[in-house]
């Protein structure tokens, strides 16, 4: 990689080490036939059996239109049952089918190796900083668009 100016910044090595990290994920979801844009929707539902669509689109910082198209691929997959909900029409209630449930633990050990991967990186030179103390750190930015 060319060295810039920019390397040193807070902002370059965040955009560099998300990129990686996604495709680390991606490299770990790959044999289980789901994509960095759909585990996530996989752990919720199997955690939050029955979430209507527009709650799931709150819940996460994507837009409304890419959770569509996610859950929609997931549906085709046969790893989600997308139902209209009775009381309004323009809504769908969400939950995990049987394969979906199946493919749920797998799901979860990927993220689960990422996260020691991830946490293994917080060691310092004189030191260790807590994976507490990172995302902490890292929900402190998210908050900056509020």
Known sequence: MIADKNDATISKQLHT???????VLEKRLKPLGVNNSQFFF???LHDDPGITQDQLVRADSRHQ????REIAKLADMGLV???RLPTDGRKFVLKLTEAGEELYPKVKAALDAQEVALSDCLSVTDGRVSQADFLAVLERITKLDS
Not at 17 to 23: D, G, L, M, V
């Open 81 to 83: 049952d997308k139902q």
């Open 17 to 23: 080490a998300s990129n990686i990290a996604i495709r």
């Open 65 to 68: 239109s890419n959770v569509n």
């Open 42 to 44: 996989i752990l919720k």
